[in-house]
């Protein structure tokens, strides 16, 4: 079949397996690129002897989770093991990027000698974790690091069986603020609906910190964790223009319980040696973040000022940064008074948000977007569905049942 991109209200239908497999090489090639030679200046070289070299990572085929894998195994040699919710290739229809993505890393990482694999299901049920648990005595026999990188829209409680959905909403009023949908680069106006009480607490079920705890309890009670082995959760926090719609938001709550869940972690992991970070990371293109109202119109406007000061970064970099200059180098981990890892940092630069602020006032509701990248973001968006890439020929007959 031919397949072709699909886009509905920021949400995309299809994946390319060519595609995904290129995004992944080129993700593999930069990070291996900077390890081994330094192009990159802003970027120190792996301590390799601190490194992880047994890595789960929960939420591992898209996004900051896939860029852990990768980072993880081209810098430090690390085995890994993926848990996520993927929908497979059928004859005529496309799988979800993310089980390309892992076929592709896959492949690739055990063609270079590691242990690669994948747990794929509803990673908030009991049978995944356990399926998992059996997965890391196989094949790991205790993990360094645990990654936590899902973003769901909705959760079974394993206990209950009741089902929570998580919603991006304001609380206790209405927010209208600009935005502009990928690929259109009219400034429109974007009214959202304050969530109901019950619509929080959902929310902060299914983002929070809850199952992320449940997981570590659990390989805690199978001694699955080595010893000094260290979990972190990815979070976000960003500018105040998006404050209403995502930290004071229902979201937010549900980030701020997550945050609050690394200190308790801590206090269990500390038998071990370990500990428990929430990694508050850059505003970047990913399946989940391009569906939020007012972040498609930030971020366009985040990238063309960050591109200029040349300090922008793609998720691998991020990642990069964060092994390499905050968890594992000889020095004391650096954290905010909240004890978060922050590789925001460049992106809450006074003069980055200052910038982002002037270009904010000048945009018109109806007027096309001024002084922004929504090309870079939209291009972003496309390869991690893997469309966009020049030297690939999408009117190719294709099966999606590629690997």
């Known amino acids: 079949m031919i397949i072709t991109k699909k886009v509905m209200r920021n949400v995309s239908l299809t994946a390319h397996p060519a595609g995904c497999k290129r995004y992944v090489q080129q993700q593999i090639a930069w990070v291996k690129n900077q390890a081994q030679n330094g192009v990159d200046a802003r970027y120190p070289k792996p301590t390799a002897e601190m490194l992880p070299r047994r890595v789960l990572v929960i939420g591992g085929s898209t996004g900051y989770g896939l860029s852990s894998r990768i980072v993880a195994a081209?810098?430090?040699?690390?085995?890994?093991?993926?848990?996520?919710?993927?929908?497979?290739?059928?004859?005529?229809?496309?799988?979800?990027?993310?089980?390309?993505?892992?076929?592709?890393?896959?492949?690739?990482a055990q063609k270079d000698g590691m242990k690669a694999s994948s747990v794929f299901g509803d990673a908030f049920s009991t049978a995944i974790k356990e399926e998992t648990a059996r997965k890391i005595k196989e094949e790991l026999g205790q993990v360094d690091l645990v990654i936590y990188s899902l973003a769901s829209p909705l959760r079974n409680d394993p206990v209950t069986g009741e089902t929570y959905r998580s919603v991006l909403k304001p609380i206790g009023k209405p927010f209208t603020a600009l935005s502009v949908d990928l690929g259109d680069d009219v400034v429109k106006q974007a009214t959202i609906d304050p969530a109901t009480d019950?619509?929080?607490?959902?929310?902060?079920?299914?983002?929070?910190?809850?199952?992320?705890?449940?997981?570590?309890?659990?390989l805690l009670a199978q001694n699955l964790l080595a010893t000094g082995a260290m979990?972190?959760?990815?979070?976000?926090?960003?500018?105040?223009?998006?404050?209403?719609?995502?930290?004071?938001?229902?979201?937010?709550?549900?980030?701020?319980?997550?945050?609050?869940?690394?200190?308790?972690?801590?206090?269990?992991l500390e038998a071990i040696g370990?500990?428990?970070f929430v990694s508050v990371n850059k505003?970047?293109?990913?399946?989940?973040?391009?569906?939020i109202p007012v972040v498609p119109l930030y971020m366009a406007l985040l990238y063309q000022v960050?591109?200029?000061?040349?300090?922008?970064?793609?998720c691998t970099q991020q990642i990069y940064r964060l092994f390499h200059s905050r968890l594992y180098t000889k020095d004391e981990i650096p954290t905010?008074?909240?004890?978060?890892?922050?590789?925001?940092?460049?992106?809450?630069?006074?003069?980055?948000?200052k910038e982002v602020e002037r270009r904010w006032a000048?945009?018109?509701?109806?007027?096309?977007?001024?002084?922004?990248?929504?090309?870079?973001?939209?291009?972003?968006?496309?390869?991690?569905?893997?469309?966009?890439?020049?030297?690939?020929?999408?009117?190719?007959?294709?099966?999606?049942?590629?690997?």
């Not at 902060?204 to 705890?213: A, C, H, L, N, R």
């Not at 979990?231 to 701020?256: C, D, F, H, L, N």
């Open 306 to 314: 960050m591109k200029e000061k040349h300090i922008h970064e793609h």
């Open 283 to 291: 505003a970047l293109v990913t399946r989940a973040s391009a569906v």
């Open 231 to 268: 979990t972190v959760a990815y979070s976000y926090i960003g500018p105040r223009i998006t404050y209403p719609v995502y930290r004071e938001g229902t979201i937010g709550k549900a980030k701020e319980h997550l945050e609050n869940s690394a200190s308790a972690l801590t206090n269990k």
């Open 198 to 218: 019950e619509q929080v607490q959902d929310t902060i079920k299914v983002m929070g910190g809850e199952d992320w705890m449940l997981w570590i309890d659990f």
């Open 336 to 353: 905010d008074q909240e004890g978060r890892l922050r590789v925001d940092d460049w992106e809450m630069l006074e003069e980055v948000q």
């Open 362 to 403: 000048l945009q018109k509701e109806g007027q096309p977007l001024l002084q922004g990248d929504l090309d870079g973001v939209m291009e972003e968006y496309e390869h991690i569905h893997g469309f966009g890439f020049p030297d690939i020929d999408y009117q190719a007959d294709i099966d999606p049942r590629i690997v």
């Open 74 to 108: 081209y810098t430090g040699g690390a085995d890994t093991i993926n848990v996520s919710f993927e929908r497979e290739p059928a004859e005529k229809k496309t799988a979800t990027p993310g089980w390309y993505n892992t076929m592709a890393f896959e492949q690739q």
């Open 274 to 276: 370990g500990k428990a």
